[in-house]
């Protein structure tokens, strides 16, 4: 069978940037997302192998085996799953609406842990590559948008744990941008305003680097060293210096 790249979340932001990335060099593509006209519009644009499409809400129930049987459909088995598709939500834990809150969970974590499982013998059988996508929010604790940052860390030690399991079978490999300058704040709340003063990084330097590190078989990539410097000093600064900062960022000023 043939082998496909899977991409999650590949209509918006890191996804389109990945897929494009991916795409050029000469990957045959899967791309999911809710927003058809976007996934149509970045399949027409790609050059090479033509994309196959799922437009699906991967919160649904039953979506991720729609995803695989799409695959089968079309004769093609995964090769790469880039778990990309994700969203956050800032504001109080006790303000926020429990179902939103919720559904946020289950995208983020059992979505992509679920994708993981259903898809793992295809990684396998194709000695594959598995690319998660978390962030610098899994090193601190992040009020203001805590569940979110509770979820990244999740996805950031589900993926170093399984780096090491699957070592001979599956490069897996963890990518947790910082800032990026993506429509991710304006969906989650933050005005937009505010984090251009924090010099988001571009979507396409995050998925480069992601790609690269994907396929050098490393573990955790960290793109831009100032991100790179934070992720370090987690583990040594105490945590309640930055507390502050993200909980004023994230709930102080909302647009
Ligand atoms: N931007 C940042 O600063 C930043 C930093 C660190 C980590 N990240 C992570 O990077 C990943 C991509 O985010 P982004 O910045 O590129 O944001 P984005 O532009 O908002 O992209 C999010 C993607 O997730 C998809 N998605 C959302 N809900 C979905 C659902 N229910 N079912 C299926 N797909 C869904 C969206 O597609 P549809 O809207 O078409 O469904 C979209 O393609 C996320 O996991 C995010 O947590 C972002």
């Given at each position: 069978m043939n082998h496909v790249t899977v991409i999650t979340g590949a209509s918006s932001g890191i996804g389109t940037e990945l897929a494009r990335v991916f795409a050029r060099n000469n990957h045959r593509l899967l791309l999911t997302g809710r927003n058809t006209v976007a996934l149509e519009a970045l399949a027409n644009e790609?050059?090479?192998?033509?994309?196959?499409?799922?437009?699906?809400?991967?919160?649904?129930?039953?979506?991720?085996?729609?995803?695989?049987?799409?695959?089968?459909?079309?004769?093609?088995?995964?090769?790469?799953?880039?778990?990309?598709?994700?969203?956050?939500?800032a504001g109080?834990?006790?303000?926020?609406?429990?179902?939103?809150?919720?559904?946020?969970?289950?995208?983020?974590?059992?979505?992509?842990?679920?994708?993981t499982y259903l898809l793992l013998p295809?990684?396998?059988a194709a000695k594959g590559r598995l690319l998660n996508v978390a962030s610098t929010a899994a090193y601190f604790p992040g009020p203001g948008m805590a569940a979110y940052y509770a979820s990244k860390a999740y996805v950031l030690s589900l993926s170093e744990a399984l780096h090491q399991e699957l070592k001979q079978q599956v490069g897996v490999t963890v990518l947790c941008p910082g800032t990026t300058a993506t429509v991710f704040f304006d969906r989650a709340g933050i005005?937009?305003?505010?984090?251009?003063?924090?010099?988001?990084?571009?979507?396409?330097?995050?998925?480069?680097?992601?790609?690269?590190?994907?396929?050098?078989?490393?573990?955790?990539v960290v793109p831009g060293w100032h991100n790179r410097l934070l992720a370090g000093v987690s583990g040594v600064i105490?945590?309640?210096?930055?507390m502050s900062f993200l909980q004023h960022l994230q709930t102080g000023r909302r647009k």
């Open positions: 790609l050059t090479g192998a033509k994309p196959i499409v799922l437009v699906a809400d991967l919160t649904e129930p039953g979506a991720a085996q729609r995803l695989v049987d799409t695959l089968r459909q079309n004769d093609v088995s995964a090769g790469i799953l880039v778990n990309n598709a994700g969203y956050g939500l109080r834990f006790a303000d926020l609406e429990g179902a939103s809150q919720l559904n946020m969970l289950d995208l983020n974590m059992r979505v992509l842990t679920e994708l295809d990684l396998v005005n937009p305003k505010l984090i251009k003063a924090l010099r988001p990084m571009s979507p396409l330097q995050v998925a480069e680097a992601g790609y690269r590190g994907l396929m050098a078989g490393r573990r955790v105490p945590h309640f210096l930055f």
